[in-house]
C-alpha cells in the first residue's frame, strides 16, 4: 500500500542526491564584482510565496518589490514616484491612472490595465484564500466580494482602455496612491497565470516579471539569483546586473561571519555581532524600520489589567528608555513613547513634530498610589500574578525577564512569562488568553491610520479587545474625512487616549543597525515598501 | 587437545587424600557488590569522575547555601562584566530626565556643503555608567549634529565607532548617552550634518567613564547607609564568575541552572530506565506471544525519529504561565527513550532463562518472587547500572540542544544549556558567560561518561582479568 | 527468508502507520493552527482560508482524508510556502541532510576506527593519550559550542590566508560540506574512537592473536587480517542507529553553516505550526529509519544464519 509512493519518492531522492553533487551555483563568489556588476546578498529565509496576490511577509516582500512593480513606487529619497502609472488623478470617489505604453513583461508584452483588474478581483475573490484582501477593502465593493455577498466583477476596478484604470472607492481614501506600491496592488497577467495553475509563482520559471529584475534561478532554501530584466521601461536606471542570493539563514553570527569573510554586501547586526564589527573597524549604519513594539493590556472583564489604576501603576514605573538603553542596547532604537511612531507624516512636517505625545514620567511613588487604588477598586489584598504572553525568539525572553524583574522590584507584582512558539503565541492572543502581550505593528502604508485605527472596537488586530466609543469616533473621524488637518487632529486625540487612558504601554520603535560592504553605493532602506531596495544600488571602483 | 595424549593409569582411580589438599579459606569470600567495588578503586580515572560527580551534586545542593545570592537580581549597571570581586562605584542623584542643551540659533548660512566640526565639545560631569552627558558649540548653517563613540581614538572619519543618535536642529547642542556604559575610556565624537549628508570633519572629546549607581538604587540594595550622600563611593556586590546580559550573578544561575540540568539529568534516565526495565524484564520473562505483543510496541516507539519527536512532544504539552518547562521535557524524554532499556533488559533476561543455574533452580520449584530476586535481578544490575550512566549524559546534551533551538526550559529558569545557549552570542566580547556553564557541561558529561566505563570494566569480570 | 522478509515488511508498514498516527495527534494536541497570522484576519477571509486547507472539516475527517492522500504518495501543501508541495520540499531538502549525514558518517567510521585502533596499539603511551584526550573533548563538548567554534577559526583562517579556503556557510559545493560535515561527525567519532579501542583492546588479548604470533605472522598482517577485522565488528553494529541519529541530528549544523537542508526546515514548521510540512517531514524520516532497520536486519540474515533465527523468537 504505502511501499509504491515510498519507493517512488526514493527514488526520485536518489536521482536528486546525484544532481546535488553538481553545484549548481558558483557560490564562491566574492560580496562584489565591479567588471560585472554583480553583487551577493544573503536572506534571513527563504521567500514563502512570491505570488504577489497572496505575499504577507517581508522577505517576499523584498523579493517581489524587485521583479514585480506596482502603479506607483518609492524612489531614492522614499517619495512615490510614477512607475507603470505615467500619471494620474486622485479624487474623494475614485482615481485614474493612466499606463505607460512602455511597460513590458519580461517575455516582452506589454504591462496593460487588464493585469491589473486580474489580479485585483483574485484577490479578493474568495476562493483564491488571500490573507491580505483587506488591504484591498477601499476598493468599491471589495469587502461585499471577500465574503462572497457579491461577484468579483463589480468590484470598483475597471479599464476603460489597455493603458487606462479607473478606480472607484468604497469611501474617501486619501491614502489610496500610497497602497498602489504595495505587492498585493502589483499586476499579474491573466493568461500566464492561467497556463501555470496552482504552480503559479512555485519557481522561477512559474513567474513573469515587470519590475527591474527578473528571477533567473531558484534552488528552494539554499539560493536565489536576480537578473537585471532587459523588458523593464527604466531599464537605465538599473546598473546592477545580477544579485545573487548564495545564502539563506537566519543566524546573525553567520551573517556576520559571511560578511567578514567578503562573501555578503549586507548584514545585520545583534548587540553582540556589534561589538565585533566595532573591533573589525567597520563603519556601523543604523536605520529605523518604523514598526512599533508595545505591551497590549488584556481590557477583557475579569482580568486585573481591565482595571485602569493598575495601568496606571504600571506605567508609572515604566520607562522605555531604560529597556532601550540598557537591555536592547542597540543603537537605532527608540525609545517608545506613543503609538504612533516619528517618521510619520503629518499635515505638513512629521506627525509627532506637529503633535508631540504627552510625556508621562516614572513615578514610583504615584506608581505605589494607583496600585492602592487598583487593589481597592478590585477588592483583593494582594494583586494575582500577571501573566505576560510573549514569543520565544531569543529577544523577546531578555526583555521578558527585565519586565518581570521590574514589576517584582518596584510594584512587588508577579509576572508569569508565558513564552510560546510563534503560532501557540497567536492563538493564545486572539483567545484572549493572557493579561499582557508584547505584540508590535509593522505599517502597510504612509498614512497615521495603519497604527491608529488598531484599537477600534471592531478591529481583529485589537486582541485586548479595548472598546472605547470615543476612540472609535475619532478613529472614524480619521478614516473617512478627505480634510488632512481635522484627520490629523483626529489621530491626535488618539494618540492622547492611548496614553491617558494607558490602553497599551509603547516599548520601542524598532532600528536595525547593519554593516554594508565600503564598494556598494546607491542602497536605499525603506520603512514603507522594498527594503533594502537595491534598485538604484552598484559597485564602485576599488 | 589435551585429551587425545590422556592415557589413564590405574592409580589415577584411586581416593585422594582429604586433609592436605583441601582449600584453605584465608580470606572472608567476597560479596559480589565489594568484589566490584574492589575492581572499581583500581581504576583511576573512575575514581576521579566519581568525585567529580560528588562534588556537582554539592555544588547543586549546598551551593545556595554557601552562595546566597539571588538568580534572577538584576544589575542593569553591570551588564555582561567579567569575574569581579566588587567593584568600586560613584553614588549619583536618581536621575531626572535631561532635555539636552539649547543654544540661541546662529545665523544659517546658504554654504552648507562643507559644515566645520562643533568646537568646545565638554563632557558634563560626573560621567558614570548612568549617563554621559555632551555639550558643545553650536555651528553656523548646521542642520542638526550626529553622535558617535568609540572604544578607541578614532583613526579617521570612518572609525567613529557606534553612531549613537543625531539632533535635529542646529541650534540643539546637547547629548545624553546612556547606552550601555561600562567603566572605562569612551571617545566621543561629534558630526554636523546639513540635514542631509554629514559633514566630514568631527571633533573628538575622551571621557573616563565611572561605575555609577543611583542613591535610590544602592540603598534599596542594603549597600549604604542612612548617611550616606552623593559624591560618596560605595564598594558594589562581588561576582566570583561575572554577570550575564542582564547583570545577574553567574555563579548563582549556575548553581540554581544546576538544579534543572541534573534534575533532568538524573530524573529523566531513572525514570525510563526503571519503566524500560520494568516493561523488558515482564516481556522476556513471560515469553512468548505476550514477549511478542509487547516488543512489537517497541519496535514502535523506537521507530519515531527521536528529536523531531521530542520537540513536537513538548509543544503539544504545552508549557503554562509561569511554569519552567521542565515538566514536558521530562515527559517528552521518558516516553521516547525508554524502549531503548526495556529492549536492552528484555534480551538478558531471555538469556538468564535458559542459563543451567535458572533452570536448575526452577526445576527445585523455585517461585518467580525467587528466581527474579536472586537470580535475575543481581545479574542484569549491572547492566542496568551501566545503561543509566551513559543516559545521564545523552539526557544532558539533549536538554542543552532543545535550549540552542529556542524549544527548552523557559527563562528566567536557568539551566546550563540556555546559560550555554547564551554565552555562545556573547563568546567573543565576554567569553566567561560561555566558558562557565560550557565547562561545567562537559565536566559533568565526561564524570557520567568515565563512571560508567569504570562500573562497565568493574562489572565485568572477563575483561578485567584480560588486562 | 522470503517469509522473514515480507514478516519484515508489514511490520514496517503497520509502523509507519503508527508514526503517521501519533504526528497527527502530536500535532492537532498543539494549541492554535496554521492560520493564524502577525496580522489578524476578518472572519470572511479566515473561512476562506479554512475553505481552501480543508480544516473546516472535523478532525476525523481530516485524519482519514490525510491518510488516504498519503497512500497515494501525497503528502500535501505547505502552510506556509503555498505553492509548494510537501513532496517537492522533502525531494528538494532532504538529498541535503542525507549527503551531509553520509559524509559526517564516513568520517566518523574511517577517523574512529584508525584512532580507535591506533590507539589500542599504543595504549597508555603518548599516541593513546593524545587520542583520548581529543575523544574527551568530542564526547564532553555540546555540538552547537563546537560548531560555532569552528565557523569563527574558519572566517579567521580565510582572513589571514587572504583566500577563502573553505566557505564559512551556504551550499553547492563540495568545500562546502567539508566543514559542517567534519563537525556533525566529530560526536559519533570520540564515540567509535572509545568503542573501538576498547573493542580492540579484547581482540589483542585474545587466543587466536596470540597463536597468530607464535604462527610468526608479520605484525602488519596480524594487524589487518586479525585484529582490525574482529575489532571491527562491534563498530559496524552501532553504525545502523547512528545513521538514523544523525542524518535527523543535523538540525544545529544546518542552523549554523546556513545549510538548506530538512531538519532546519523542520524546525521552522514546527515554529509555524506548519502541520502538511510537520506531517511529512516526520512520516518521511519514520519510513526511513524504517526501512534501514529492515534492510540491516535482512543483510544480517544473509551474513549471519543464527540471527535470522533469533528474530523469531
Known sequence: MLAAPLSKLFQNLSLSLVCLLVPALPVLADAVDYRNQVISIALTQEPPQLNSMLATDQISGFVLGHIQEGLLRYDADNRLAPAVAEHWELGAEGATFWLRQEARWSDGKPVTAHDFVFAWRNTVDPATGSEYASILYPLKNAEAINRGDQAVESLGVQALDDHTLEVRFEKPTPYFLGLTAFPSFFPVREDFYRSRGARYAADADDLLFNGPFKLSAWVHGASLRLEKNEHYWDRDRIRLNRIEVPYITSETRSLFNLFKDDKIVLAGLDSETLQDALKQRYPIRKFSDGSVFYLEFNHRPGHATANKALRQAIQAIYDPAELVNKVIALPGYRPGRSLFPLWLGGVERRFRQEYPAPVVQPDPEQAQRYLAQAKQELGVEALPPLVLLTDNSPGAAKQAEYLQSLFKTRLGLDLRIDRQTFKQRLAKMTAGDFDIVAAGWGPDFDDPITFGDLFASWNENNRGRYNNPEYDRWVRVAQTSSDPRQRMDAMARLQTIIIEDVVILAQYERGLVYVQHPRLEGLVRRVIGTDPDFSGARVIQP | MTESHYAPRPGDFDPLDAAPQAQTVCRPPLSRVQATWQRFRRNRSALISLGLILALLLFTLAGPWFWPVDPARQDLEQISRPPTLGKVALLVADDRPWHGSTAEPPPALPDATALPAPTGLTILEPATTRSVRLRWEPVAGAAGYAIYRSERPPADRADLGLPLGETWSGNEVGYEDRLQLEDRSYYYSVVTSDGFDESAAFAVVEVAVAQGITLADARSRGLVGPDAAIGDRVRLEAHPLGTDYLGRDLLARLIHGARVSLFIGLAAPLLFVLLGTLYGGLAGYMGGRIDRAMMRVVDFVIALPFLLFMILFKIAFGIGPGESGVLPMLVALVLLSWPSSARLVRGQVLQLRHEPYVQAARLQGAGAPYLIRSHMLPNILGVILVDLTFAIPSAIFIEAFLSFIGMGVVPPTPSWGSLCNEGMNTMLTHPHELFFPACLISTTVLAFNLLGDGLRDALDVRLTEGT | ?313
Do not use: C
Open chain 3, 1 to 313: 527468508m522470503l517469509k522473514f522478509m515480507l514478516q519484515r515488511l508489514v511490520s514496517g508498514l503497520v509502523t509507519v502507520w503508527f508514526i503517521a498516527t501519533a504526528t497527527f495527534l502530536a500535532m492537532h494536541a498543539v494549541p492554535g493552527d496554521p492560520l493564524l497570522n502577525d496580522k489578524a484576519v476578518p472572519p470572511e477571509i479566515r473561512r476562506n482560508l479554512e475553505a481552501r486547507y480543508g480544516l473546516d472539516q472535523p478532525l476525523p475527517q481530516q485524519y482519514l482524508l490525510y491518510m488516504g492522500n498519503m497512500l497515494q504518495g501525497d503528502f500535501g501543501i505547505s502552510f506556509t510556502q503555498q505553492n509548494r508541495r510537501v513532496n517537492d520540499i522533502i525531494r528538494a531538502h532532504f538529498p541535503v541532510s542525507a549527503l551531509l549525514g553520509v559524509a559526517a558518517i564516513l568520517i566518523a567510521a574511517a577517523g574512529g576506527i584508525l584512532w580507535g585502533a591506533l590507539a589500542a596499539l599504543y595504549r597508555n603511551r603518548l599516541p593513546d593519550r593524545l587520542i583520548m584526550l581529543l575523544v574527551v573533548l568530542g564526547i564532553s563538548v555540546p555540538g552547537f559550542v563546537f560548531a560555532a567554534l569552528a565557523q569563527l577559526l574558519l572566517v579567521n583562517v580565510n582572513r589571514w590566508l587572504g583566500f577563502t579556503l573553505l566557505p564559512v556557510a551556504g551550499w553547492g559545493t563540495p568545500a562546502h560540506l567539508v566543514m559542517p560535515a567534519l563537525v556533525l561527525g566529530l560526536g559519533l567519532l570520540a564515540f567509535l574512537t572509545r568503542l573501538m579501542r576498547s573493542s580492540m583492546l579484547e581482540v589483542i588479548s585474545a587466543d587466536y592473536i596470540r597463536t597468530a604470533r607464535a604462527k610468526g605472522l608479520s605484525p602488519l598482517r596480524i594487524f589487518f587480517r586479525h585484529q582490525l577485522r574482529n575489532a571491527i565488528l562491534p563498530v559496524i553494529t552501532v553504525l545502523g542507529p547512528a545513521i538514523a541519529a544523525i542524518t535527523t541530528g543535523g538540525f544545529v549544523v544546518e542552523l549554523v553553516f546556513a545549510i538548506p537542508g530538512l531538519g532546519r526546515y523542520f524546525v521552522q514548521a514546527v515554529q509555524q505550526l506548519d502541520y502538511t510540512v510537520i506531517m511529512g517531514t516526520t512520516v518521511f524520516y519514520g519510513a526511513f529509519l524504517v526501512l534501514m532497520v529492515i534492510l540491516v536486519d535482512i543483510l544480517y540474515g544473509i551474513v549471519d544464519p543464527r540471527i535470522r533465527e533469533r528474530g523469531h523468537d
